[in-house]
């Protein structure tokens, strides 16, 4: 077994009572438990649960109380990470009790959705916080039967002892182990032995979900609490003036005042806030003269390509000399617009500033930052600043900011009471932050034997930070190779949108090395295969990803799609890794009179272990309906500082019948598991792009497809 | 400000609001039934689906005026202990990534069974197309709709 130290840090012995846990004063054990069953709720279950460590505490009755410390908005960690501590617990999963922690800085590290980045963070402590418990246990069961501990085993929830057959569970060593010395060195399971892990484990909110509880932010009802609404200015602007003399009529409006260039309108209940936004009226003017507008940005585009400053951000070879003695060279540019994160919650927050501190509600994806955001505001110290994390609505990486926290605060404090901020649709999708617009320009170099020797990439994008992934495939395969990004600083506010900047770039990478293969005549399979054997067997500077991974998703979706075997059929091929897994997606598109159809996508991903696999083939699938639908149809737009787009009506998303059949494949193995929030949405553009491309010949470079000239011919959407 | 007597889940409740106050703030704000989503506030995406009747209506643009002597079911008053078959199957095939449009989601397909208790695929796509789920759950969603059609026949 695999011995690990533990980390004292993550396991400070805590009062049982000190909880944590989201006390909503309801609870179903589990969907498929008998529903006649009392149940014990959340608040009397912590009266008695001894705790162990942050993740862990046990009750005398047998329940085991897991704490999930991350923000939950749809990726399955409030199943997927108490399912790792009861695997090393050997917990029986019907007992387990999952509670949503509050934020904690002493008890966790990282409480942050983003990035893919929780499930290895976090899978070691984890796995300690169970298999120390476990040891603990063990211990006062030898004690208990005055045996050694080498003659006990654990099963579901109880402690076993080989010579006598005696059982003692877990509820009944709960309070005795407790009180025994915190063990330094625990073993960890082997991954043959895993029982809970690998096993589809049904979200631990279904019940909750699915009769209509009180989960999510928006449901927040505290005891005198106000509503309010806020109006904010377009992008580049700032108030003029404000009338707000028709507004502050509409009954159930209790006051209207201006914070910075916003309006806040305060009420006791939310209709009349939104109609009294309707009558509010605010004049605006530039902050400096320009408002920004998609007509500005795509000259923007064209001439900063051309001629602005770039940064390098990787040089390998001398690319200058490649192109020039190259038998064939390849470019082309690829653009695509700014996304809203459109969550179905809209943002909002519940913010009580109180004289001795703030009390925070609500769903967000960096509890950390929501506190230090409301300290400030309000002028006490963070520690006075408590934050209690709903179930998030969605989240895309929008809620990674505070802005809807900072408003709830600002107007908490102005009013002197608790209040709860709801953005409308339209304040959600023309309140920023977006996913940055970007234009790239591709170049290859083809020797005579058609082997590519130059590869340039130059990216322009809107405040997009660096706008390229410099050391990403097929980086460390190409001789000649340079990476180049460009920022234009914007007005208007982004943000990182579900897999920052790879969501746009895997798509032009994938379409333009098909138009590679293709200038080379070769099978688009075959050709990423030759570039990762020259990246394995005389790789160029740095290698920032797993040749044989990358290569392994490959082989299983062709394998699964049985590529090039197809008659009538476009095949495309993308493969991305990105936030440590690797996704490769073949899309089939059929021609059905005269009109492309895109029938199936088959993906194989690699992300190490599966730890739940319901929860895994969800986030695989859900990125890459994420990656369709806005590489798909949705497409933002600007005039005069606003977007044009401004409800579901013509802001599209995709819907049900625009889904084609999703096959969902893992590579098996051993290894540690990585995140999957994310790495399964940007493969999907390509595949798209290049299954269309081989169905009708027409290469598309820009998003949303939808509305591109080389579909104009075409009809596309629904299935038949 | 009038009076509204309205039936919910079986029940009577009186509320005073303006008359062109939506049911859905109607049941969020005034009678605590969080169940239905608000979302879009223009019947674009289905979050607050409510059966009037046998109908799934978004309750976001129906004004409390309008709704008269007309039984009113949400999420909340589908089953009494969640046990509808479209729960079950909900959870038996596990559908929700972050599950703020499920209740709408199992309402608009709630109204579909009461047509149509043997819907064929294409039945279930038409019915559920009025309905956004941003995580792109609609391959399970389909799946529930088809499993739960399965138990009442």
Same mark, same amino acid.
């Given at each position: 077994m695999k011995t690990l130290k533990t980390n004292r840090r993550d396991f400070?012995?805590?009062?049982?009572?000190a909880g944590g846990g989201l006390l909503l004063g309801f609870h179903f054990t589990?969907?498929? *438990?008998?529903?006649k069953m009392k149940v014990v709720t959340d608040e009397e279950l912590m009266a008695q649960a001894v705790n162990y460590n942050s993740y862990l505490s046990i009750s005398p009755d047998g329940h085991i109380v897991i704490f999930s410390p991350n923000p939950e908005l749809g990726q399955n960690i409030k199943t997927s990470f108490p399912m790792i501590v009861a695997e090393e617990l050997d917990a029986d999963w019907s007992k387990v009790r999952v509670m949503q922690a509050f934020l904690d800085g002493e008890k966790y590290d990282r409480q942050v959705t983003g990035g893919s980045g929780a499930m290895p963070h976090s899978w070691e402590r984890l796995r300690k916080a169970g298999a120390t418990a476990r040891m603990m246990l063990m211990e006062a069961a030898a004690k208990r039967l005055d045996v050694?501990? *080498?003659e006990l085993s654990t099963e579901k929830g109880q402690v076993l002892h080989s010579g006598s057959k005696k059982k003692i569970s877990y509820g009944d060593l709960a309070k005795d182990a407790a009180q025994l010395e915190v063990p330094e060195d625990v073993p960890l399971k082997k991954?043959?032995? &895993?029982?809970?892990?690998g096993t589809p484990i049904k979200n631990v909110d279904n019940k909750a979900m699915f009769t209509g509880k009180?989960?999510?932010?928006?449901?927040i009802y505290k005891e005198g609490m106000m509503n309010a609404m806020v109006k904010r200015p377009p992008f580049g602007m700032k108030i003029k003036s404000v009338d707000d003399e028709e507004a502050k009529?509409?009954?159930?409006?209790?006051e209207i005042f201006t914070f910075g260039d916003n309006v806040a309108i305060v009420g006791i209940s939310t209709w009349p806030l939104m109609k009294a936004k309707q009558k509010l009226k605010v004049e605006y003017e530039p902050k400096n003269g320009k408002l920004e507008s998609s007509e500005m940005h795509n000259q923007l585009f064209t001439d900063l390509m051309k001629n602005g400053k770039a940064q390098v951000m990787r040089k390998d070879g001398n690319v200058n000399s490649a192109f020039r003695g190259a038998a064939k060279v390849v470019s082309a540019e690829y653009q695509c617009p700014f996304l809203s994160? *459109?969550?179905?919650?809209p943002m909002n927050f519940y913010a009580h500033v109180k004289a001795d501190g703030v009390e925070l509600v609500g769903p967000t994806q960096t509890p950390d930052r929501a506190r230090s955001a409301a300290a400030e505001i309000a002028g006490v110290?963070?520690?006075k600043v408590s934050v209690e994390m709903t179930r998030l #609505?969605?989240? &895309?990486?929008?809620?990674?900011?505070?802005d809807f926290v900072e408003e709830a605060v600002s107007i908490s404090k102005k009013i002197g009471a608790p209040v709860k901020v709801t953005w409308s649709r339209e304040d959600d999708i023309t309140g920023g932050a977006y996913r940055p617009a970007v234009r790239y320009r591709f170049e290859a170099a083809l020797d005579k034997d058609n082997k590519m020797i130059g590869y340039k990439l130059r990216g322009v994008g809107m405040?997009? #930070?660096?706008? +390229?992934?410099?050391?990403? &495939?097929p980086s460390g395969s190409v001789d000649n190779l340079l990476i180049e990004s460009i920022e234009y600083k914007s007005d208007l506010t982004t943000n990182a949108w579900?897999? @920052?900047?790879?969501?746009f770039l895997a798509f032009a990478e994938q379409s333009f090395l098909d138009e590679v293969a293709e200038a080379a005549g070769k099978d688009p399979v075959q050709f990423r295969y030759e570039l990762l054997d020259r990246a394995k067997n005389k790789p160029v500077g740095?290698?920032? /990803?797993d040749i044989d991974r990358m290569r392994g998703v490959i082989e299983l979706v062709a394998d699964k799609c049985g590529w090039?075997?197809?008659?009538g059929v476009g095949q495309g091929l993308s493969v991305y890794f990105s936030h440590r897994s690797y996704v490769a997606q073949v899309a089939e598109v059929r021609m059905e009179q005269g009109n492309p159809v895109l029938e199936r996508i088959y993906a194989a991903t690699d992300?190490?272990?599966? %730890?739940?696999p319901t929860g895994a083939d969800q986030q695989v699938r859900g990125g890459m309906v994420d990656g369709m639908g806005h590489a798909m149809f949705t497409n933002m737009t600007f005039r005069d500082g606003a977007p044009t787009q401004k409800n579901f009506d013509s802001y599209r998303l995709i819907r049900m019948k625009e889904v084609p059949e999703i096959e969902v494949h893992f590579v098996d193995n051993e290894i540690d598991p990585t995140g999957?929030?994310?790495?399964?949405? @940007?493969?999907t553009g390509g595949a798209i792009s290049n299954a269309i491309y081989w169905a009708t010949g027409k290469r598309l470079?820009?998003?949303? &497809?939808?509305?591109?000239e080389e579909l104009k011919e075409y009809k596309i959407g629904q299935r038949a | 400000m009038a009076n509204y007597n309205l039936k919910i889940n079986g029940k009577s409740y009186q509320v005073d609001v303006d008359?062109? +106050?939506?049911l859905l703030w109607v049941l969020?704000?005034?009678?605590?039934? =969080?169940? +239905?989503k608000y979302s879009c506030?223009?019947?674009? !995406? #289905?979050? !607050?689906k409510v059966l009037i009747k046998d109908d799934a209506v978004p309750? !976001? =643009?129906?004004? %409390?005026?309008? =709704? #008269?002597e007309d039984e009113v079911t949400t999420i909340e008053g589908l089953s009494e202990s969640g046990d509808h078959p479209l729960q079950e199957a909900w959870n038996e095939v596990d559908?929700?990534?972050?599950? /703020?449009?499920q209740a709408g989601q199992i309402m608009a397909a709630a109204a579909l069974l009461k047509k149509n208790p043997a819907p064929s695929d294409e039945e279930v796509m038409d019915a559920m197309n009025g309905n956004i789920c941003r995580c792109g759950t609609y391959h399970r969603i389909k799946e529930a709709v088809l499993l739960a059609s399965s138990k009442i026949k």
């Amino acid at each position: 077994m695999k011995t690990l130290k533990t980390n004292r840090r993550d396991f400070l012995k805590i009062a049982a009572t000190a909880g944590g846990g989201l006390l909503l004063g309801f609870h179903f054990t589990r969907c498929d *438990s008998p529903s006649k069953m009392k149940v014990v709720t959340d608040e009397e279950l912590m009266a008695q649960a001894v705790n162990y460590n942050s993740y862990l505490s046990i009750s005398p009755d047998g329940h085991i109380v897991i704490f999930s410390p991350n923000p939950e908005l749809g990726q399955n960690i409030k199943t997927s990470f108490p399912m790792i501590v009861a695997e090393e617990l050997d917990a029986d999963w019907s007992k387990v009790r999952v509670m949503q922690a509050f934020l904690d800085g002493e008890k966790y590290d990282r409480q942050v959705t983003g990035g893919s980045g929780a499930m290895p963070h976090s899978w070691e402590r984890l796995r300690k916080a169970g298999a120390t418990a476990r040891m603990m246990l063990m211990e006062a069961a030898a004690k208990r039967l005055d045996v050694d501990i *080498s003659e006990l085993s654990t099963e579901k929830g109880q402690v076993l002892h080989s010579g006598s057959k005696k059982k003692i569970s877990y509820g009944d060593l709960a309070k005795d182990a407790a009180q025994l010395e915190v063990p330094e060195d625990v073993p960890l399971k082997k991954v043959k032995d &895993f029982k809970i892990i690998g096993t589809p484990i049904k979200n631990v909110d279904n019940k909750a979900m699915f009769t209509g509880k009180p989960l999510f932010g928006l449901d927040i009802y505290k005891e005198g609490m106000m509503n309010a609404m806020v109006k904010r200015p377009p992008f580049g602007m700032k108030i003029k003036s404000v009338d707000d003399e028709e507004a502050k009529k509409v009954s159930g409006v209790t006051e209207i005042f201006t914070f910075g260039d916003n309006v806040a309108i305060v009420g006791i209940s939310t209709w009349p806030l939104m109609k009294a936004k309707q009558k509010l009226k605010v004049e605006y003017e530039p902050k400096n003269g320009k408002l920004e507008s998609s007509e500005m940005h795509n000259q923007l585009f064209t001439d900063l390509m051309k001629n602005g400053k770039a940064q390098v951000m990787r040089k390998d070879g001398n690319v200058n000399s490649a192109f020039r003695g190259a038998a064939k060279v390849v470019s082309a540019e690829y653009q695509c617009p700014f996304l809203s994160h *459109s969550p179905m919650e809209p943002m909002n927050f519940y913010a009580h500033v109180k004289a001795d501190g703030v009390e925070l509600v609500g769903p967000t994806q960096t509890p950390d930052r929501a506190r230090s955001a409301a300290a400030e505001i309000a002028g006490v110290d963070v520690e006075k600043v408590s934050v209690e994390m709903t179930r998030l #609505g969605g989240g &895309f990486g929008r809620r990674l900011r505070a802005d809807f926290v900072e408003e709830a605060v600002s107007i908490s404090k102005k009013i002197g009471a608790p209040v709860k901020v709801t953005w409308s649709r339209e304040d959600d999708i023309t309140g920023g932050a977006y996913r940055p617009a970007v234009r790239y320009r591709f170049e290859a170099a083809l020797d005579k034997d058609n082997k590519m020797i130059g590869y340039k990439l130059r990216g322009v994008g809107m405040n997009a #930070g660096n706008c +390229t992934r410099e050391n990403n &495939f097929p980086s460390g395969s190409v001789d000649n190779l340079l990476i180049e990004s460009i920022e234009y600083k914007s007005d208007l506010t982004t943000n990182a949108w579900r897999a @920052p900047i790879t969501n746009f770039l895997a798509f032009a990478e994938q379409s333009f090395l098909d138009e590679v293969a293709e200038a080379a005549g070769k099978d688009p399979v075959q050709f990423r295969y030759e570039l990762l054997d020259r990246a394995k067997n005389k790789p160029v500077g740095e290698i920032h /990803y797993d040749i044989d991974r990358m290569r392994g998703v490959i082989e299983l979706v062709a394998d699964k799609c049985g590529w090039g075997q197809k008659n009538g059929v476009g095949q495309g091929l993308s493969v991305y890794f990105s936030h440590r897994s690797y996704v490769a997606q073949v899309a089939e598109v059929r021609m059905e009179q005269g009109n492309p159809v895109l029938e199936r996508i088959y993906a194989a991903t690699d992300c190490g272990i599966v %730890v739940n696999p319901t929860g895994a083939d969800q986030q695989v699938r859900g990125g890459m309906v994420d990656g369709m639908g806005h590489a798909m149809f949705t497409n933002m737009t600007f005039r005069d500082g606003a977007p044009t787009q401004k409800n579901f009506d013509s802001y599209r998303l995709i819907r049900m019948k625009e889904v084609p059949e999703i096959e969902v494949h893992f590579v098996d193995n051993e290894i540690d598991p990585t995140g999957l929030g994310e790495p399964a949405l @940007p493969p999907t553009g390509g595949a798209i792009s290049n299954a269309i491309y081989w169905a009708t010949g027409k290469r598309l470079r820009n998003q949303p &497809f939808i509305e591109q000239e080389e579909l104009k011919e075409y009809k596309i959407g629904q299935r038949a | 400000m009038a009076n509204y007597n309205l039936k919910i889940n079986g029940k009577s409740y009186q509320v005073d609001v303006d008359e062109d +106050t939506p049911l859905l703030w109607v049941l969020r704000d005034h009678l605590g039934l =969080v169940g +239905t989503k608000y979302s879009c506030g223009i019947a674009q !995406c #289905g979050a !607050c689906k409510v059966l009037i009747k046998d109908d799934a209506v978004p309750a !976001c =643009v129906l004004p %409390v005026s309008q =709704v #008269g002597e007309d039984e009113v079911t949400t999420i909340e008053g589908l089953s009494e202990s969640g046990d509808h078959p479209l729960q079950e199957a909900w959870n038996e095939v596990d559908v929700a990534q972050c599950g /703020y449009c499920q209740a709408g989601q199992i309402m608009a397909a709630a109204a579909l069974l009461k047509k149509n208790p043997a819907p064929s695929d294409e039945e279930v796509m038409d019915a559920m197309n009025g309905n956004i789920c941003r995580c792109g759950t609609y391959h399970r969603i389909k799946e529930a709709v088809l499993l739960a059609s399965s138990k009442i026949k």
